[in-house]
């Protein structure tokens, strides 16, 4: 009888756990079938296991193309810069943040510039083609100073920058969210002895919230680490053009065009499976990592 009420009590909950289910096994289980495609000539009239099997070939040809080496290095460098500036900046943000005092002021900062974090690329990409454009507000700047315009989406030196940096704006606001929450958790007690004892507002930051959120951020290092081959493939893919394919085409712009523009299936299959095993790979290096140096687990 306990068992029976128990499960009724539960049985709520186990309904709104099934269309979740059912989404992950149709979308993300059922498609894993289709990595058999990477060590086949994949012919769209004999099916996926019909195919003619040729094992590491699609993998050897991988390697000998050219753009693919240059679509690797664009990812890691797109990817790696990424990571970097979105652990730098919102930190630093959160901790000029902290030193404000006045509470209006201080929320208002905060909340327009997490902002962005919700609006899509879709509409982030228009906007930045409009202040970006070769009529836009910028080159209407740089002329008042004499320069002449610039054309930014077509420049393979500023489309990765541009890429870069418009993904940190869009998210630092947000990222910044974890760290206050993190120096919320001082004690604050520690900042009234260290101003008793003369300790200017830098030297408490130093020696004082900086130890104190030393975890936080060692745990969003480690577990920026499995984003390393993830370079954003929305953002990319509604701000590139041919013209920059040589710096700003990524892992996941470049399988979209190769299987479902040029169909060659099989091989964009086999760049795909590489990515995400390698990613799998740094994924669990980083709960590894993350479990030894900050003490976090899954479970």
Known sequence: MRSMHKRKRYSAYFCMLLSGFLWLVFFNIVPMFGIYMAFTNFNPGLGIFRSPFVGLENFEYMF?????????????YIAVSKVLWNLIIPLLFALLLNEVSHGFFKRL?????????????????????SIFSYDGPINAIRGLFGLEPFLFFGSTKAFPQLIIWSDVWKEFGYNAVIYL?????IDQGLYEAAAIDGAGRWKQTWHITLPGIRTTIVLLSVLALGNVLNAGFDQVFNLYNPSVYSTGDI??????????RNFQYSLATAVGLL?????????????????????????
């Open 64 to 76: 000998v193309l050219g753009d693919v080496k240059q679509v690797f290095f664009n990812t890691l």
């Open 109 to 129: 900062v905060q909340t327009i510039c997490y902002m962005p974090h919700f609006l899509s690329w879709v509409i982030l990409a228009g906007i930045l083609a």
């Open 181 to 185: 929450a993190a120096v919320t958790g």
């Open 251 to 260: 892992l996941d712009t470049w399988v979209y065009r190769a299987g479902l």
């Open 275 to 299: 990515k995400s095993v390698v990613s799998f790979a740094l994924i669990t290096v980083s709960y590894w990592l993350a479990k030894k140096f900050a003490n976090y687990t899954i479970f």
